[in-house]
Each structure stands twice: as C-alpha cells, then as structure tokens.
C-alpha cells in the first residue's frame, strides 16, 4: 500500500520561502509519476509541478522560476522548494503519485490515487 506523509507547510509573509516534503512508502518510488497539486478555498485541486520517472519537471506558469520539484531517491522523498512565495500562493498543498503513461502539470488530479493528507500554506501580504 503506498503512503504518502507530508510536512513543511506554515505560514510566511509574502517574498519569503518554505520547502515542502513528502515521505513516500509502499511502492517503487522512482518507477512513478510524481506531483504537487494546490487546492485554494473554494476551488479545485489543480498541479503545480510534477516530476516524470526520468526525472523531467513540468510547471504552471504562476509559479515558474519560483517554485522547485525535486526528489531524494535515497530516502524515497519528494519536496517542492517554493520561493519569493506570494498571497495568491495560499493554499492546501499535496503531494500525489502513480503510474501514469503521461506525467506533467496538465496530469489532472483524478488520475492520481495515491494522496498524502495536505499542509497548509498561507502567504500574508
């Protein structure tokens, strides 16, 4: 059974920066499709970075330059590196993976079945 664990969320004032970690378990980590999606109140859970079995990192716009997905084999750990964060980035982050033949920030939320639980993050402007 996969399992996911995040942490790293908080709270930060606009221009400041968090990483966030997701601790994976259950199942060949380096075999799957792996991503960081964004929920703000009241509206859909959509990614903002994924990280292909090759290594290869896919963005959102919003927060290209800004944001960083990357991973630590050795400890079956994904993290996003999110800098010169801003208000509009206040949100519910997860962290997602599965075996997906198509894996970039346009993979849709309901093709991932295995979620880790969600960490705050607010931005105060």
């Known amino acids: 059974q996969v399992q996911l664990v995040e942490s790293g969320g908080g709270s930060v004032q606009a221009g400041g920066s968090l990483r966030l970690s997701c601790a994976a378990s259950?199942?060949?980590?380096?075999?799957?499709?792996k991503g960081w999606f964004h929920q703000p109140p009241g509206k859909a859970r959509e990614a903002v970075a994924t990280?292909?079995?090759?290594?290869?990192?896919s963005y959102t716009d919003s927060v290209k330059g800004r944001f960083t997905i990357f991973q630590d084999n050795a400890k079956n750990t994904l993290y996003l590196q999110m800098n010169n964060l801003k208000p509009e980035d206040t949100a519910m982050y997860y962290c997602?993976?599965?075996?997906?033949?198509?894996?970039?920030?346009?993979?849709?939320?309901?093709?991932?079945?295995?979620w880790g639980q969600g960490t705050q993050v607010t931005v105060a402007s």
């Open positions: 990280i292909d079995r090759d290594g290869i990192t």
């Open positions: 259950g199942y060949s980590y380096n075999n799957y499709c």
């Open positions: 997602a993976a599965d075996s997906l033949v198509i894996c970039d920030v346009d993979s849709r939320a309901h093709n991932f079945r295995n």
